[in-house]
Nanobody, 114 residues
Framework: VRLRESGGGKVESGGSLRLSCIAS????????MGWARQVPGLGLEWVSG???????WYADFVKGRFTISRDNAKDTVYLQMNSLKPEDTAVYYC?????????WGQGTQVTVSS
């Protein structure tokens, strides 16, 4: 099983990025998929997730700005990030969970300049 994130980069405040998490070796429609982020020296912060039944959730600090979606045919989960702020700067990680099976991607850096 492998999760590969992509789509990170540098953007100015107010800009947008779309992160992708491509899964191999698992069916994303059967897993709870999520995005978390980490700033160096700080703990992991949950951002958004989508359950196998399609239910979505968002952290309060991204509501209205970020949108999570899933393409089952491509085994890919996306995180559309709009109205980015400097405080969104972090490494973003993709996570897949099914019962006790948990997998993480390697992360992708998002840097938002003011």
């Amino acid at each position: 099983v492998r999760l590969r994130e992509s789509g990170g980069g540098k953007v100015e405040s107010g800009g947008s990025l779309r992160l992708s998490c491509i899964a191999s070796g698992l069916d994303v429609s059967n897993y709870a998929m999520g995005w978390a982020r980490q700033v160096p020296g700080l703990g992991l912060e949950w951002v958004s997730g989508i359950y196998s039944d399609g239910t979505k959730w968002y952290a309060d600090f991204v509501k209205g700005r970020f949108t999570i979606s899933r393409d089952n045919a491509k085994d890919t989960v996306y995180l559309q990030m709009n109205s980015l702020k400097p405080e969104d700067t972090a490494v973003y990680y993709c996570k897949a969970r099914f019962l006790s099976r948990i997998f993480w991607g390697q992360g992708t850096q998002v840097t938002v300049s003011s």
